[in-house]
């Protein structure tokens, strides 16, 4: 309830969007009823090992998925829909509500993961209006930005009109000829914006983002100077640039060859949605695209963050099965690094440049243009709406701070400004607004295989930084080694004599074996022994850790595999078989490669 205990309060609970780029999911929540808005992934940070995307902690909605109502999606970004598949398998979303081609993008993915039974998708169009749950109604307003079919939304809620911008810049001339509906946002000023969610991704930048548009002449020029083969790499949910570069192969009578899933995904579905107009034979199969002349073939694809699985990485290092760089291949990022990509992104550019090829790169060269608007627009944003209240987002910290004191220069008040983190709960009221608390706003990492636990994380940042020791030994029924330990370094920098390492893991061993086998000996009065080899293993790997660390002068993973004695001679001892990590009878303690 609010502070007159009039009616319940507005809660509004980013998990992920907010100092950082990446993984925008946001929750609105009224009373009973939860409503959300996009669901995104990030790009994994260098030490996050083995690590394919980044998603929000979900534990509020997992623990309140009783309340969740529906969702929106304001465009079909990867770091706005990303993670919705991810999170169906953790709890249902009634519905969806989305733009044509995010909800067409986002029905593959759905499919895919085997969780398209577990929500309804429906399609909105511009100024469309739905209500969601008994709490609010939401407006889908056109905007413009680097994908086509993107909206800002219009949430009317019981204590007034929240508007969350989505990501947006103002195009003046957008290439789909779809302008922003700057009149509607206009409107809702004039009756009375409670509060303004806005996109701070450029709060840093000064002046205007060109339009689309601009990138057409200076990648014109670039098909016309390329003497040999042309690659091409952009987002692969960049529809607009993936238009203006269909339209320039064309006119330069190239054949384009595709490479990667997520990209033929998006234009085969811009495609069917009008968005890209081409005619089908200017497309090529890659097996047959070879046998034309270089001066022919385009190849667009993806791989423009330097992804390790993309396209564009494996051809710079020389691992892709069918296009290998050659003398005359000029090469083209029609994108700019996402931050915490920039290391990635210019390893691949300098092995390409090794290999032989032209790149051609960088803001100065004309060739991309961002799709999130500068700072006038964002005052523009601002004027427009007339907000009470004003909350930036989408974006890191600095330009969440930049963004807020651009709102003071335009008269709002900095007590109704807030600049919140992951997981903040920000209570608003007609009058009020104030971050009141917190809910988990962890991060969960996903490979290959499922989600990465801290334990699992912890040990591969272990691995990286300082390699592991793994130790093997087999003993009888005597408490004696059958043989000298195996001890193998995988990383591991070291001054210490393998054979001086291995004499001392040796003797902790024998030391434990010798202490254990005294206590069994003065317990046993005769009757079997009941031995616990899960905690015997565990006793002696702690002890071989310190031992390492202490010579070492370092910490690696230590790992040690114990072969214990068959059969169990039932006079003396009777043993318990452990399922942890400890070999069993029939296999030999084969020999680990160094």
């Not at 499922?450 to 408490?479: K, P, S």
Request: proline share 5%; glycine share 8%; hydrophobic share 40%.
């Amino acid at each position: 309830m609010n502070q007159n205990g009039n009616q319940p309060n507005l809660k509004i609970i980013p998990l992920g969007g907010l100092h950082e780029i990446g993984k925008n999911t946001c929750i609105f929540e009224y009373d009973d009823e939860i409503l959300l808005l996009d669901a995104g992934i990030a790009f994994p940070t260098e030490d996050m090992h083995g690590v394919n995307i980044v998603l929000p902690d979900m534990t509020y909605l997992r623990e309140n998925r009783h309340k969740i109502k529906g969702m929106i999606v304001t465009h079909g970004h990867e770091d706005h829909i990303g993670g919705i598949a991810y999170h169906l398998k953790q709890f249902d979303i009634p519905i969806i509500y989305g733009p044509r081609l995010a909800m067409a993008l986002l029905q593959d993915k759905l499919k895919e993961a085997g969780v398209a039974n577990r929500t309804t998708l429906k399609t909105v169009r511009p100024r469309e209006i739905v209500r969601v749950g008994r709490s609010f109604v939401v407006e889908f307003i056109r905007n413009t930005h680097s994908i086509a079919d993107s909206f800002s939304v219009a949430i009317h809620t019981p204590i007034g009109v929240i508007i969350h911008t989505g990501d947006f810049k103002i195009d003046h001339t957008p290439v789909d000829g779809e302008f922003f509906d700057l009149q509607k946002l206009a409107e809702h000023g004039e009756k009375g914006v409670l509060c303004l969610l806005s996109d701070s991704t450029n709060a840093e930048v000064p002046g205007n983002t060109p339009s689309e548009r601009s990138v057409y002449p200076n990648l014109d020029r670039v098909f016309a100077q390329a003497p040999g083969r042309l690659m091409i790499t952009t987002f692969a949910s960049s529809v607009h640039r993936i238009n203006i570069i269909l339209q320039l192969a064309q006119k330069h009578n190239r054949k384009v060859a595709v490479v990667g899933r997520s990209m033929l995904n998006v234009i085969a579905h811009a495609r069917n949605l009008g968005y890209i107009k081409c005619p089908d034979d200017i497309f090529e199969p890659l097996k047959t695209v070879r046998n034309l002349p270089d001066e022919k073939v385009l190849i667009l694809t993806t791989g423009s963050q330097g992804e390790p699985l993309a396209a564009m990485t494996r051809i710079s290092k020389g691992e892709h099965p069918q296009i290998k760089i050659r003398q005359g291949d000029t090469v083209v990022f029609s994108a700019n690094p996402i931050p915490g990509n920039t290391i990635a992104v210019v390893n691949t550019i300098d092995r390409l440049m090794m290999l032989g090829a032209n790149v051609i790169y960088g803001r100065d060269k004309g060739i991309h243009v961002s799709g999130h608007g500068a700072q006038e627009e964002q005052k523009l944003m601002l004027a427009l709406t007339k907000p009470k209240f004003f909350m930036p987002v989408h974006g890191e910290h600095r330009m969440l701070v930049k963004h807020a004191q651009m709102a003071h220069s335009m008269g709002i008040p900095a007590e109704n400004t807030v600049i919140v983190r992951n997981g903040d709960i920000v209570e608003l009221e007609a009058d009020r607004i104030a971050i009141v608390g917190q809910v988990p706003s962890g991060l969960q990492l996903v490979d290959s295989a499922g989600v990465v636990h801290d334990n699992i994380m912890q040990e591969r940042q272990q691995l990286a930084e300082d390699g592991v020791v793994t130790v093997a030994a087999a003993i009888d029924w005597d408490g004696k080694l059958m043989a000298q330990p195996e001890v193998h370094l995988r990383g591991v920098v070291t001054t210490v004599e393998r054979s001086l390492l291995q004499k001392l893991i040796a003797k902790t061993i024998e030391r434990i074996l010798s202490e254990r086998w005294n206590e069994f000996s003065q317990n046993a009065n005769g009757d079997a022994i009941e031995v616990d080899w899960t905690a015997f293993r565990e006793e002696i790997e702690n002890n071989l850790q310190r031992l390492v660390r202490r010579e070492l002068q370092s910490s690696p993973l230590v790992v040690f595999l114990l072969q214990t004695p068959d059969p169990t001679p039932t006079r003396t001892y009777r043993r318990r078989r452990s399922t942890a990590s400890v070999v069993s009878p029939e296999q030999s303690l084969s020999p680990i490669n160094n």
